[in-house]
Each structure stands twice: as structure tokens, then as C-alpha cells.
């Protein structure tokens, strides 16, 4: 059996806690350490015996280290640490703002072309396997419409955005499927909506004290990227009811491709999640894909690459000879 691949968590909050738990459940993988800009010692690890370091500590480790995830927000963390990380170390992240998409491959490629290594950007459920949901539609059905819808499901992305919001001291988003405009789409209609037809953003807030409620609402609702192109709601609650109702991340959504194939027979291709713990899956994900960010390494493969770029059979622990004979 080879080694196992070593993997450093950058970042411990819900998503870095997520990959521990996702590590124990892969055996062919094994948790160098966790790196945090907290001190050490108010990290309590989920494994008795993970060594927890100082982000600083990196550089001492590049031998021990063969894929760091990064798990950071990405408004502020990944767009800074993910270049500057990928010069020395191969790695992967969940960067998800869709738009900075190209320039974020962009800063990451160089990085890491200059630096000799591998790294894989914007992995998750979406960006991630519902990208992949859509090319896998476009490309059977030619001549057909695609939609994606998300939710029911708090967002890790928005959230992280909102609590970024200066006078935030708690905050959720949750993004809400209008359920009339997906019937519309199953139906084959394929209807030209505008953004605000499809979603609706409610976030839930806890005020700083002497915060400005005001001036926190209108610096959500016309956030670029996140909540100015939706018709968005802020209610503001207390911190009980807030650790009473929304302690949980739930998510999910639907990638839909209508279309038709041959003497017009209508066809629909339809990918579903539902996920529980929206940290928690991601976090699966990104470990499938750091298996995979080591496997291209090996081979000799350097600079960024997506989803697209990757085999689905390189996420896999199993021999291709497994997977051919039992999957296939």
C-alpha cells in the first residue's frame, strides 16, 4: 500500500473542521497539522494529538506537507493566501465568488507555475460538482437551456460576507429557490429570467453594540457579488434567538438542462443536492480533490487547475482497475 498523502488544514472554522472530520473517514490520507493566525492554544483540534501551528510555522514544514486546504473565506482569505501558498505548497480551495473566478485561476496559475507545484481552485458543490452538472448537460443536450437554483440552504460564502459587514457580530444568509420558476423550467419552457426572478436572499443579523442597523443593511444589500443583483432581507435578532434557530448550515439546489435530441423528443437532465451540513460536504469535497491535487503532482503537473481539468477517477482511493470492474 503507499503512503498515505499528508495534508495540512489552513484555517479552522466550520469548513477546516469539516476536512478533519472528512480526513478520518479516508485512510489513504493522514492530518499533518492545522495552521491558524489564532493563537495555537485556543484551538481544540476534534483528534486528541493534532498538532496545531502558527500560520508562520509553514515554511518549516514544506517536506512534511503534501497538500495544504485551504479553508479561508473568499472575499478576504483566498485571494491573498491561495497565490501566496501555492508558490511554495501544492493546494486546494473552495474560492466561490463566481465572477473573480478567472482572475483568481489567473493569480493562482502563475503562483503556482512559478513555483513548481499543483493547485486546484474553486472546488465545492458549486463551484465544483454542480460546474461539472452543467457542462455534463450543455454537452449532451446541444440544443437545450440550463438553470441552476440553490437552496433551501444557508450560504458559507454569504455568511462569511455578511459577519465581514463592519457592526456584525453574528450573521446568516440564506438563499431561497423560487419554486414557480423551477416548475417553469421542468417544463420545458425555458424562460429568460432576470436574477431576482429565480432567488431571494433573507439574512439574519446580531448587531455590534452601538451599531447602526441602517447603515448594516445597506452595506448588505448593495454588495457586489453577493446581494445587490437579489432582492434581499435583514432581519436583525438577538444572539439568543440567533444560536436557538440558526445554528445549523444546511444547503442544497438543482442544476436543470432541458433540451431536445433527435425528432425533437423532449429530455431533461436534472442534478440534486440536499445536504444536511454545507461545511461538512464541502469539506468531503475538497478532500476527494486533494487527492487528486497530489495524484497530477506525482505525475509532474504544475499550475491551477478546476474541475473540469480532473478525471473523475483520480478522486477515488480505488485502483482503476477497481473501478473499471465494480463502477463502470
Sequence with gaps: MSEAIRIGIVGYGNLGRGVEQALAQN???RLEGIFTRRA????APLQAGTKVHRMEALDGLRDAIDVLVLCGGSRDDLPVQAPALASRFCVVDSFDTH????????????AARGGGTTAVIAVGWDPGLFSLGRLYGEAFLPAGATHTFWGPGLSQGHSDAIRRVPGVK???QYTLPAEAAMERVRAGERPSFVTREMHTRACYVVLEEGADPSEVERAIQTMPHYFADYDTTVAFIDEEEFRRSHGKMPHGGFVIRTGETGQQ????FELRLALDSNPEFTASVLVAYARACHRLRQRGEVGAKTVFDIAPGLLSPREPAELRREML
Design 27 to 29: 485512510p489513504d490520507m
Design 40 to 43: 495555537p492554544a485556543s484551538i
Design 99 to 110: 465572477a473573480r473566478i478567472p482572475e483568481h485561476f489567473a493569480a493562482v496559475d502563475a
Design 170 to 172: 453574528m450573521g446568516v
Design 265 to 268: 423528443s423532449k429530455q431533461l
